[in-house]
């Protein structure tokens, strides 16, 4: 089984080399299952592993994938990383579903949605200190996975973020769960000075970048 992946409403353009993905394939009108969290690698042009096709070639399977890949399988409930200073891979969540598959030689390609949401920080900064954190308070503590439908559906409990600097002293970028939210930056100075913002509320969609201007 190979899968052909393609990424739509990106906030990264490709897969790399080495990534990995849980594949489960269901029979179509049945309860068995195919393959159930089955991994597959990225070599650069699909994603391949151990798993083979299933005898009945005439047998139809809904494929279900996600990334990155957990032997736990795909989480059903997403907790968001409120540290992410290290970078945004490690908060990442795609999916993709494919519906009434039937065996075959070459690769099935499958649309990859990215469920969470990206918010990138630019931020002019001529206060004469470096900026230190950037945080965003106030975004959902976890959201409730829909694979079916590739939906998201946020927690009411909040928590605070901190962003990678993506871009020295310039650029900084969160992943978070989508929803409607009253989100709050904070940025800490090295002068010892915390400086907040209040952001008007705004639905985040999945797979949407919103970009906040900072001076």
């Not at 089984?1 to 080399?17: G, H, M, R, S, Y």
């Not at 139809?60 to 990383?81: N, T």
């Not at 829909?146 to 973020?161: K, P, S």
Request: hydrophobic share 45%; glycine share 8%; charged share 15%.
């Amino acid at each position: 089984v190979q899968v052909e992946p393609v990424i739509t409403k990106a906030t990264e353009v490709n897969f790399e080399n080495g990534d990995q993905i849980g594949l489960t394939m269901a029979k179509v009108n049945g309860t068995e299952a195919y393959a159930s969290n089955a991994c597959l690698t990225f070599d650069g042009n699909v994603f391949s592993g151990d798993l083979v096709w299933y005898a009945d070639a005439y047998s139809q399977a809904d494929v279900y994938a996600y990334y990155p890949y957990s032997s736990e399988g795909a989480p059903a409930i997403y907790a968001a990383v409120a540290d992410q200073t290290e970078g945004i891979a490690q908060a990442d969540l795609m999916a993709a579903v494919k519906k009434g598959v039937l065996p075959t030689p070459n690769a099935v390609t499958m649309v990859f949605k990215h469920l969470m949401t990206k918010i990138v920080v630019n931020i002019d900064n001529v206060s004469g200190a470096t900026v230190e954190v950037v945080e965003l308070n106030g975004t959902p503590v976890s959201g409730e996975v829909d694979y079916e439908n590739l939906a998201v559906a946020a927690a009411a409990e909040t928590i605070a973020v901190k962003a990678y600097e993506a871009t020295a002293g310039q650029v900084w970028k969160a992943i978070i769960v989508p929803g409607t939210v009253k989100m709050e930056l904070a940025v800490s100075l090295s002068n010892g000075k915390k400086i907040t913002q209040p952001l008007a509320e705004m639905t985040l969609k999945s797979g949407g970048q919103y970009t906040v201007n900072v001076r």
